[in-house]
């Protein structure tokens, strides 16, 4: 393993005090915890917008805490979820008195530790909704999940739920436009290579060097075939025929578009893989609103990329475009 | 059986003594179909347990499971965590307000844990996880007036090997589905000793 760290049990704390270190002006660590709050929160009025999960996909979720956005992004271990006692923390600094919401990604461990502390923060008297997010349509179950993952396609949520809570939208507004994300947002991954969870020491898989995964989840749990490694044409024909097999979208619909890549893809390939989705999607007659281009929901330095489409109407779409300050999603 | 204050925090002494001594086996159980870990995360929260009780005063069982509840789920972490925590929580509220634990009462606790784990972990039985440890411990309080801890070691023997012969469908577990048959779940073990331990504690009593 060959990682600029200091001990490998430290990287996340020491990552989550360089990236306060990073916006000191903007945001804060809760003490005791691995949750970075807003510094401006709880925001009078506002709902309290909570996300969070295993680290080692940064920026999400830290990178998406801002005004327009997140207000707290509650980080576990490396692809370890955070305990119910940290997100009740969270969930604690942002409540305002208009509720919170979660949003959580569809892994067993998130799903029970985010409930839990949804359920204790209701005990205090906190008023708490949460979106599962499920948008990848590899696989049904995996062995981190019961149903599908939630993966790149969350970026959206936080977006567009964030921008929501922002223009004082209610908890069960937030919690409608949020559900409406979930059931319009789908992605898929592929891989060539695993990252290495620091305190492992070792790559989490092993491809061959001619073999890529199509599938793969965002901890490099299996996806639905491994095959000899393709052109980008075909790679991007694949994932887009599997998201748009699985959504209804037609002729004159509208949507934005992210290209995902996973850690250790660059830029040019991510750009490669747009021209065929860009040109997949002029085929069937679908307007692409918006595009996003790099790195989002990363799984360590896993080379390989995901794409997210997301199905837009006249409700989402100033909600997407909506102003943002999180340091990764700048609008 | 009666649990008092001392009782439970003894109780709680002796599963952490066997979650350190059994730490390998669980760990070696849940490395085919987990991220092997869970021997290793269980003995780090009963060690977390034990000094959070021998930090504190309890007048009230309630409070010492409550505290075993809280520290569970941010000590161990996972699945196991929220699901150990959700147990004890339930245990805790329960017997709320009573000096001592008498049999009845703490029958009626352990059907709100079970009932607690079922929905926390969206699971039932015969999916092959610690409910299908917790679930017949449960119902064999019920249903014996004159329940001894050796009936419970014998229901908690019977309950593990039936769910060894289980196929996995919720948990890691499942994702190896029929490959589980055979093989023992680790949270179900885990909650093997744990029963294992109050029958020790429960037996001085007598």
Partial sequence: MKKIINDPNQAVQDMVNGFVAAYPDKVTLIPETLAVVRKDAPITGKVGLVSGGGSGHEPAHAGYIGKGMLDVAVAGEVFTSPTPDQVLEGIKAVDAGEGVFLVIKNYTGDVLNFEMAAELAEAEGIQVEKVIVNDDVAVEDSSFTTGRRGIAGTVFVHKIAGAKAEAGGSLSEVKQVADKVVANVRSMGMALTSGTVPAAGKPGFQLEDNEMEIGIGIHGEPGIERKPIASADTIAQELTDRILDDIDISNGNEVAVLINGLGATPEMELYIVNQKVQAILRDRGIEVYRTYIGEYMTSLEMAGCSITVLHLDDELKPLLDAPSEAPAFRR | ?206
């Fill in chain 2, 1 to 206: 059986m009666e649990l008092d204050v001392l009782k439970t925090v003894e109780w709680m002494e002796q599963t952490n003594e066997k979650m350190q001594a059994k730490k390998d086996e669980l760990t070696t159980l849940d490395q085919p179909i987990g991220d092997g870990d869970h021997g290793i995360n269980m003995a780090r929260g009963f060690q977390e347990v034990v000094n959070k009780l021998n930090d504190t005063e309890y007048n009230e069982v309630s409070a010492v499971l409550k505290d075993v509840a809280m520290t569970l789920m941010s000590k161990v972490g996972g699945a196991s965590g929220p699901l150990y925590g959700t147990a004890f929580l339930k245990i805790s509220t329960a017997v709320k307000g009573a000096g001592t634990v008498e049999r009845d009462l703490f029958a009626k606790a352990l059907t709100e844990a079970v009932n607690g784990i079922k929905q926390r972990g969206k699971a039932t039985e015969g999916e092959k996880t610690m409910i299908d440890m917790w679930s017949p411990i449960s119902e064999a309080f019920q249903q014996a007036s004159d329940f001894r801890p050796e009936d419970m070691m014998e229901a908690a023997q019977a309950a593990l090997e039936s769910v060894k012969e289980l196929e996995a469908t919720k948990g890691r577990a499942a994702y190896f589905k029929e490959k589980s048959v055979g093989h023992l779940d680790p949270g179900a073990v885990s909650t093997f000793y744990l029963f294992e331990a109050l029958a020790d504690v429960w037996k001085g009593d007598n």
